[in-house]
């Protein structure tokens, strides 16, 4: 369980569902944790919490969606924890569930600009020094990037653009020592999923919650992404169904 110690980890989209579990998880693997979210509050929350356990936990308020908020949620981050080391972009939105026809051009450009643009904006201000070597980013993404679902246009095309980040990534800087993943968890019981039930647009918003994932399960395999021993996958998106990394990372097997 210290897979990570020394270590310093942004998780951006930290304050509930998987990147709440994920910052819980990489603390338990030694890092100390940065938690950014709009809401600073309950990534607060989320971070006390973590603190209780003895690790080092700190929240910084942030939207992913305005450069200049990454930048000072990096340097934040750097001020009170050190540089950081790895990033997970985990802050997305799904909104908004409309037929294509039906879309308001606000919304869907509102999802591109957290989606898409929030995950470039946090490596951008990750990587600002131009450090590639030893550090690690790993973007959430979703079965939504290779797998078109009706009404979630905005949130298809954004995961879709997250991917091709993933491995733009990794073609400009893997050689330099970046690693980088992208991570599609699968169903996960989470808010987002509570609104995706609500809307009842797609076959996705039919699924039972009981045939959903627990948060810690995805955040068990993207802390296992995080660490030395998952380098030989660098540079490739992976997903909840591959029962290699699964048992690498100590997850459950899927029936
Ligand atoms: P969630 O419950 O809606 O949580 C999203 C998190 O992102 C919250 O902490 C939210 O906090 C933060 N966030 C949203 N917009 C933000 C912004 N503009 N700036 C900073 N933080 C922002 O979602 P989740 O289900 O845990 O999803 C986590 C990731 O997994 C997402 O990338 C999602 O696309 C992906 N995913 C989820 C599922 C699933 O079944 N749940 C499936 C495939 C992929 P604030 O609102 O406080 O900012």
Known sequence: MNGLRGKRA????????????????????????????????????????????????????????????????????????????????NAAVIEPIARFVETDPAAWAENIGVTLLGAYHAA???????????????????GAAHQPLEGWSAYCAAKAGLHMLTLALAAELGEQGLRVYGYAPGLVDTAMQETIRASGINPISRKRRDELAPADEPARIIAYLCTGEASDLAGRELDFRDASLRRRAGAPALE
């Open 10 to 89: 942004v998780v951006v989209g930290a304050s509930r569902g998987l990147g709440a579990a994920l910052a819980r998880r990489l603390a338990a693997e030694g890092a100390a944790v940065a938690l950014v979210a709009r809401s600073r509050e309950r990534a607060a929350e989320v971070a006390r919490s973590i603190g209780a356990t003895g690790a080092r936990a700190i929240a910084v308020g942030g939207d992913a969606a305005r450069y200049a908020d990454m930048q000072r949620a990096m340097a934040e981050c750097g001020a009170r924890l050190g540089r950081a080391d790895i990033l997970v972009n």
């Open 124 to 142: 951008r201000a990750f990587l600002a020094d131009g450090a590639a070597a030893g550090r690690v980013i790993v973007n959430v993404s979703s």
